[in-house]
């Protein structure tokens, strides 16, 4: 039976991608106008396949998608962009793969965000070109943060909610922000993070990119951002696991309740 294709087109950047069979692969792709898009990309991996260059991971590319049942099919594609400078330098190269990662465990599928296929392409350029590349991975974070409704409390203590002051407060995944030293617990999970930090944070935040380049970040000012972000992105991310898992709890236990539910509607009538 002839099937009615619905075909679409969208630049788009490869997050990931995973064997299928013997010759296809399924791509994971970030489109600038669809989000996030799983698509199956047939014969691949045969060597006379000519979409096979342009579907790596970290590319650019146009892509010519059609609706599939289940996952959508690759018809087209050709490279905007190959980032070979990210391939040929394996600290660029991991950097450019976490922030992909990073992209793909926060965002669902389906859910457009011109804003975020924009974040990672100025991400992807940045490590790509700019010799002091660390600035652009925090930038990144904190971006992908602040979009996703995690902005961490910067100015006030996330406990007393006293203003901060410029001396070594402590950093709380966990808490969202900062904490102040009266109000750190020891039950609670946090660091020691310098005046420093936190002002860079503060930049990293409300500033452009430009503004963040322009600052000298040393090694040992850089591990501290570095931790205190990752720890919590980490932290976010652990959540919105266990707060699927929760909505999938509930969703098994939703047919008893939506009877007792029909049953109490039932019952004035
Ligand atoms: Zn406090």
Not at 57 to 71: D, E, R, S
Not at 146 to 167: N, Q, S
Not at 180 to 209: M, Q, W, Y
Request: aromatic residues 8%; positive net charge; glycine residues 4%.
């Amino acid at each position: 039976m002839p099937q009615q294709l619905r075909v679409y087109v969208t630049p788009a950047i490869v997050l990931r991608q995973r064997k299928l069979g013997d010759a296809d692969k399924i791509l994971t792709l970030y489109t600038a106008t669809f989000g996030k898009v799983d698509a199956v990309v047939k014969g691949v991996r045969k060597t006379k396949s000519r979409m096979a260059g342009h579907v790596e991971p970290l590319t650019q590319a146009n892509f010519q998608l059609a609706k599939g049942k289940t996952l959508d099919i690759v018809t087209q594609v050709e490279t905007i962009e190959p980032f070979q400078a990210l391939r040929g330098d394996l600290e660029r190269m991991s950097r450019a793969l976490y922030a992909c990662e990073l992209l793909d465990k926060f965002t669902e599928t389906h859910e457009p965000n011109f804003e975020l296929y924009r974040l990672l392409l100025d991400t992807l350029s940045r490590l790509a070109t700019r010799d002091h590349f660390e600035v652009a991975v925090r930038f990144y974070e904190m971006a992908l943060l602040d979009a996703m409704g995690y902005r961490p409390e910067l100015e006030e203590c996330v406990t007393c909610r006293k203003r901060l002051t410029a001396i070594t407060n402590y950093w709380t995944a966990a808490g969202g922000g900062v904490v102040c030293a009266s109000c750190r617990t020891d039950e609670t999970a946090v660091r020691p993070i310098s005046a420093n930090a936190v002002k860079l944070l503060r930049l990293l935040l409300h500033g452009r990119f430009s503004d963040a380049a322009r600052v000298t970040i040393d090694a040992g000012l850089n591990a501290e951002l570095e931790r205190a972000l990752l720890e919590y992105v980490r932290w976010v991310l652990e959540r919105d696991v266990r707060s699927t898992a929760f909505i999938d709890t509930l969703r098994k236990r939703r047919p008893s309740r939506a009877r007792t539910m029909a049953a109490a509607g039932d019952a004035p009538a």
